[in-house]
């Protein structure tokens, strides 16, 4: 199978590359206007194809994907395989007030009309993200990841900073085996970008602690979940996320807390950070057998 990226997920080749794949080659470019144009450099005709492509916050992420995927299917690919490690506009799975709209519902709309072969996406955020995407998308998760990355020094007790994160929280303990026990926090946010951890429901005197999330955006959730667990008395506390965002100075804020380690993975690229360690992503899709 080959493989062809856009430019959100060009930071993929070189393990894509180290483990035998084949990429793809088209160019884009933009006319005077900044009209964007995409070319073939390469026969896809019959062939078996899989674009891997993310969703930023910038739209033209979406259009790259979706010109990408029209580009080789009227080059004759045979069948098309749509691998999304990112989602962006998730998190607007629902209008949260009046006057707002399921805009990442729409986005997964989008997608599915695409018809592709097989569509593999990531730790999507929300149970209405997945409905819209229909039963043939298959959901990969980054668990199995930081389940091997602290299989050494496991967790006595997992805790899911909101509500959302309780179900990965579990799935987490299974996979590890070594029966780490689950806390969870309650949570509010009066406003987007932040929150506020009002309860802890569990206990962490003494133990030591992973905090288990789907994504770190600007880490107001976690600097919350950080300082309730210290005041709880936890020993020594992680943070494991698969999508690494960390808008505005999420990375300086985190690395002030009192954390050993935060894992994250590179479906989106990251820089470089004494306390990140990244792990990759690409060995799921391979395991997914697409």
């Known amino acids: 199978m080959k493989f062809f990226l856009t430019d959100s997920t060009k930071h993929l080749r070189s393990s894509l590359v180290r483990r035998g794949c084949t990429i793809g080659r088209y160019n884009s470019s933009a006319f005077a206007d900044r009209e964007r144009r995409y070319l073939l450099r390469e026969e896809v005709t019959g062939q078996s194809i899989a674009i891997i492509a993310s969703v930023l916050p910038a739209p033209e992420s979406l259009f790259d994907l979706l010109a990408l995927h029209r580009l080789l299917l009227e080059n004759g690919a045979a069948e098309i395989t749509l691998i999304v490690p990112y989602l962006g506009y998730a998190r607007q799975d629902r209008p949260g007030k009046k006057g707002e709209a399921g805009v990442g519902v729409m986005v997964a709309e989008l997608?599915?009309?695409?018809?592709?072969?097989?569509?593999?996406?990531?730790?999507?955020?929300?149970?209405?993200?997945?409905?819209?995407?229909?039963?043939?998308?298959?959901?990969?998760?980054?668990?199995?990841?930081?389940?091997?990355?602290?299989?050494?020094?496991?967790?006595?007790?997992?805790?899911?900073?909101?509500?959302?994160?309780?179900?990965?929280?579990?799935?987490?303990?299974?996979?590890?085996?070594?029966?780490?026990?689950?806390?969870?926090?309650?949570?509010?946010?009066?406003?987007?970008?932040?929150?506020?951890?009002?309860?802890?429901?569990?206990?962490?005197?003494?133990?030591?602690?992973?905090?288990?999330?789907?994504?770190?955006?600007?880490?107001?959730?976690?600097?919350?979940?950080?300082?309730?667990?210290?005041?709880?008395?936890?020993?020594?506390?992680?943070?494991?996320?698969?999508?690494?965002?960390?808008?505005?100075d999420a990375g300086e804020r985190l690395s002030r807390l009192p954390v050993s380690e935060i894992l994250i993975t590179n479906t989106l690229p990251q820089a470089r950070h004494p306390k990140v360690r990244c792990l990759d992503i690409v060995p799921l899709f391979h395991q997914s057998r697409f």
């Open 111 to 248: 997608l599915r009309l695409t018809k592709p072969a097989k569509m593999i996406v990531c730790d999507v955020h929300g149970e209405r993200i997945r409905k819209a995407f229909g039963p043939s998308a298959i959901e990969l998760s980054a668990l199995p990841l930081f389940a091997a990355a602290v299989a050494k020094r496991p967790p006595e007790v997992i805790v899911a900073p909101d509500a959302g994160s309780v179900h990965r929280a579990w799935r987490l303990a299974e996979l590890l085996g070594s029966c780490p026990e689950v806390a969870s926090i309650d949570k509010v946010r009066p406003r987007p970008n932040v929150a506020l951890a009002k309860r802890l429901q569990g206990d962490v005197r003494g133990k030591k602690v992973l905090i288990i999330d789907d994504m770190i955006d600007t880490g107001g959730t976690l600097v919350e979940a950080v300082n309730l667990l210290v005041e709880n008395g936890a020993a020594t506390i992680r943070i494991a996320a698969t999508h690494g965002i960390f808008s505005r």
